[in-house]
């Protein structure tokens, strides 16, 4: 049996206040008003946020109906109660309910203001009306239709981040198909790995997409895979860097322009609550991408509570988070639209020309809300950027963070370079629900390093070994009543099998996330450690990979650090700790023990590391997540090929570097 990691003294009390609610507008915020129409409902009194949370997740029915009711949800045929059976996996909501996602989104009619604004990397800039993107799905739902497409059909997407994406997947979903997509980053043997598991009908694809200053032709690609999804009927095409025009064999070619010609109407499928609205995938780092399902009914109650409540969007507001279509945060990114908020597109690097492209863009596009990786923001405090100073960023309400946990430095940067009146909005959650756990609300403060609270309707807590709720010290993070937003089911997973031993071996019946948390007694707020199977174990006590890794990260000369723990195979345990310096930067022996002193004083001794090793890079998932178990797996003698899949890794180079690296140290 392993034992936590004390709490350290630092951390016993609340940490620096870096953002405070303005009263004025918390009291106007969409979820002030949602309390007070559940209060009127119920006759309850609730006293702030946390009232209201643990409301949310004792009542679920009550909760997940006020949602409905507040955003005026348009069921065409009516559910017969709102949980028809709790259990996980499993739950049944809203049974007999009919709707579509799709028509939340069309019945937003605004002559003022664009529903989406797209910018290319090389600066181009377009936007698409409310009326026209109206036009554009009724008309490319029109050719599916005629293309004989509708329930049970798949329409998958092989496209960069564009408008065109944004149109197909409504468009597939009007008509009742499931869609998924795939970014060109891809090739196409990793892109049919994903889309291909699905017997696709159609797939709407284009001719390349830019990406640090240079235009990739992937007419080739395209053609590839083509060849490797053989259910394919048609093909529509977009033409994106203005290349000729597509060679393909096989099925019917479309032109975009064609498919999305003329003013026809549209009906659109009224499906059941779970009927499947898209598959996201799993990143693949340890085999076959899982295709996870996800329905009409929980996504859009879900994003309508997460995008509406906790981040306040609304007619008025611009919501850019930087993503690849992969990702997703692209699915969350367009259900923005949900809300009548504009969406701004961007098909580039985020960091190209300069490291501070985003902020600029943010400027650019009057965004109200601007989101990107952790590691993002963390590289823009090492760089001492200041976008305030250099943009101004008038319009920007709130900055959001995912995909790794947040540096406590980051937030103090934040407040300082970014401004004291943005909200910094760090969250965590997954691909598994497409959506949050825990992040932030207009109406809860913004604490140095830790996520602001759960979210409303996710039953969150923080579990020991055997069970048991814990608070102050370490736990795996896991959900104990069931959210609209879990998956259906995994694609081509007879009985539930995979689905069943990804989240509820370890728990029967509770979701295990995989992370390793803290949750704050005091307040409900939460610190990410790291994945729990990724979790450093020294002499039986535990300890976070994030901290150790964001210690690193705070010297000068260190860009990125990972820290990782292999038991050998005679019994004893290497902690190495792998560092990518500055361009000019050596590893000295007074960096090494400026390293040593930096995490002993900010962490333990405890947490020093074996050994500390300079690489060129490090290798991420497609998403920009540090793939910590395959390279694990490798420092114990495995072939990097039988660990981990090639097109799930960004830099295949840098992986294969880990083949030659070896303990140097003896035995702590």
């Given at each position: 049996m392993t034992e936590n990691t004390a709490v350290r003294p630092d951390t016993a009390t609340k940490p620096?206040?870096?953002?405070?609610?303005?009263?004025?507008?918390?009291?106007?915020?969409?979820?002030?008003?949602?309390?007070?129409?559940?209060?009127?409902?119920?006759?309850?009194?609730?006293?702030?946020?946390?009232?209201?949370?643990?409301?949310?997740?004792?009542?679920?029915?009550?909760?997940?109906?006020?949602?409905?009711?507040?955003?005026?949800?348009?069921?065409?045929?009516?559910?017969?109660?709102?949980?028809?059976?709790?259990?996980?996996?499993?739950?049944?909501?809203?049974?007999?309910?009919?709707?579509?996602?799709?028509?939340?989104?069309?019945?937003?009619?605004?002559?003022?203001?664009?529903?989406?604004?797209?910018?290319?990397?090389?600066?181009?800039?377009?936007?698409?009306?409310?009326?026209?993107?109206?036009?554009?799905?009724?008309?490319?739902?029109?050719?599916?239709?005629?293309?004989?497409?509708?329930?049970?059909?798949?329409?998958?997407?092989?496209?960069?981040?564009?408008?065109?994406?944004?149109?197909?997947?409504?468009?597939?979903?009007?008509?009742?198909?499931?869609?998924?997509?795939?970014?060109?980053?891809?090739?196409?043997?990793?892109?049919?790995?994903?889309?291909?598991?699905?017997?696709?009908?159609?797939?709407?694809?284009?001719?390349?997409?830019?990406?640090?200053?240079?235009?990739?032709?992937?007419?080739?690609?395209?053609?590839?895979?083509?060849?490797?999804?053989?259910?394919?009927?048609?093909?529509?095409?977009?033409?994106?860097?203005?290349?000729?025009?597509?060679?393909?064999?096989?099925?019917?070619?479309?032109?975009?322009?064609?498919?999305?010609?003329?003013?026809?109407?549209?009906?659109?499928?009224?499906?059941?609550?779970?009927?499947?609205?898209?598959?996201?995938?799993?990143?693949?780092?340890?085999?076959?991408?899982?295709?996870?399902?996800?329905?009409?009914?929980?996504?859009?109650?879900?994003?309508?509570?997460?995008?509406?409540?906790?981040?306040?969007?609304?007619?008025?507001?611009?919501?850019?988070?930087?993503?690849?279509?992969?990702?997703?945060?692209?699915?969350?990114?367009?259900?923005?639209?949900?809300l009548e908020a504009c969406l701004v597109t961007y098909s580039g690097d985020v960091a190209h020309p300069e490291p501070d492209r985003l902020w600029r863009l943010a400027e650019e596009t009057g965004a109200t809300l601007l989101g990107a990786s952790a590691g993002y923001l963390a590289i823009s405090e090492k760089l001492g950027l200041t976008p305030r100073a250099t943009y101004g960023l008038a319009t920007l309400k709130a900055v959001g963070s995912t995909g790794a946990p947040l540096a406590e430095s980051v937030y103090g940067w934040a407040r300082e370079a970014v401004g004291e009146h943005v909200q910094l909005v760090s969250c965590t959650g997954g691909t598994d629900v497409v959506g949050a756990f825990a992040g932030g609300a207009p109406i809860l403060p913004v604490r140095a390093g830790r996520i602001s609270g759960p979210v409303l309707g996710v039953a969150l807590d923080a579990w020991a070994e055997d069970g048991r709720s814990v608070r102050d010290t370490v736990g795996e993070l896991v959900i104990t009543r069931p959210m609209p937003s879990m998956p259906l089911r995994f694609w081509d997973d007879p009985g539930d099998r995979r689905y069943r031993e990804s989240y509820f071996t370890t728990y029967p019946g509770v979701w295990r996330h995989g992370d390793w948390v803290t949750l704050w007694s005091q307040d409900l707020t939460m610190t990410v450690h790291g994945r729990s199977d990724a979790t450093l174990n020294r002499g039986g006590v535990r300890m976070g990979s994030a901290e150790i890794n964001h210690a690193a990260e705070g010297l000068p000369e260190i860009t990125e650090a990972m820290a990782l723990g292999i038991e050998e195979p005679d019994g004893g345990y290497w902690m190495p700790l792998f560092v990518v310096l500055r361009p000019g930067e050596t590893l000295t022996d007074g960096l090494r023990s400026r390293l040593v002193e930096e995490i002993a004083s900010t962490l333990s001794r405890r947490h020093v590391p074996d050994d500390i090793m300079s690489v060129v890079s490090l290798p991420h998932t497609r998403t920009g997540k540090k793939i910590e178990i395959p390279i694990k797996r490798i420092l114990q003698g495995a072939r990097p090929d039988d660990v981990v899949a090639r097109e799930a890794v960004d830099d295949w180079a840098a992986l294969e570097r880990f083949t030659t690296l070896r303990r140097q140290s003896g035995e702590r």
């Open positions: 620096d206040l870096v953002w405070a609610p303005d009263p004025i507008l918390a009291r106007n915020s969409q979820i002030e008003r949602f309390r007070r129409a559940v209060e009127d409902r119920h006759g309850l009194r609730l006293g702030g946020y946390h009232d209201l949370w643990r409301w949310s997740v004792d009542d679920l029915t009550g909760y997940w109906e006020a949602v409905a009711d507040f955003y005026d949800v348009q069921f065409s045929a009516p559910y017969d109660c709102v949980l028809g059976e709790e259990r996980m996996p499993g739950a049944c909501w809203f049974p007999g309910a009919r709707l579509n996602y799709a028509d939340q989104v069309l019945r937003h009619h605004r002559a003022d203001g664009p529903a989406l604004v797209h910018v290319t990397e090389s600066g181009e800039r377009s936007e698409t009306s409310w009326a026209e993107l109206t036009r554009q799905i009724a008309a490319f739902a029109h050719t599916l239709r005629g293309l004989g497409i509708g329930e049970g059909d798949r329409v998958v997407g092989y496209l960069p981040n564009t408008p065109h994406a944004v149109v197909a997947f409504l468009a597939a979903a009007a008509v009742g198909a499931t869609w998924a997509v795939c970014g060109q980053d891809f090739a196409s043997s990793g892109a049919a790995d994903r889309l291909g598991q699905l017997d696709p009908a159609v797939l709407v694809t284009t001719d390349g997409y830019e990406h640090r200053g240079t235009r990739h032709d992937r007419r080739a690609e395209v053609a590839a895979l083509v060849d490797l999804l053989p259910t394919l009927r048609t093909v529509v095409t977009v033409t994106h860097l203005g290349l000729p025009e597509f060679a393909l064999q096989g099925p019917d070619v479309i032109p975009w322009a064609d498919a999305t010609s003329g003013e026809p109407g549209l009906a659109t499928a009224q499906v059941g609550f779970d009927h499947p609205l898209w598959v996201v995938f799993t990143s693949g780092t340890t085999g076959r991408p899982k295709g996870i399902v996800h329905g009409h009914g929980g996504v859009l109650l879900s994003h309508l509570a997460q995008l509406g409540l906790q981040f306040d969007m609304g007619s008025s507001d611009r919501w850019l988070w930087y993503t690849t279509p992969t990702w997703m945060l692209w699915n969350l990114n367009v259900s923005v639209l949900l």
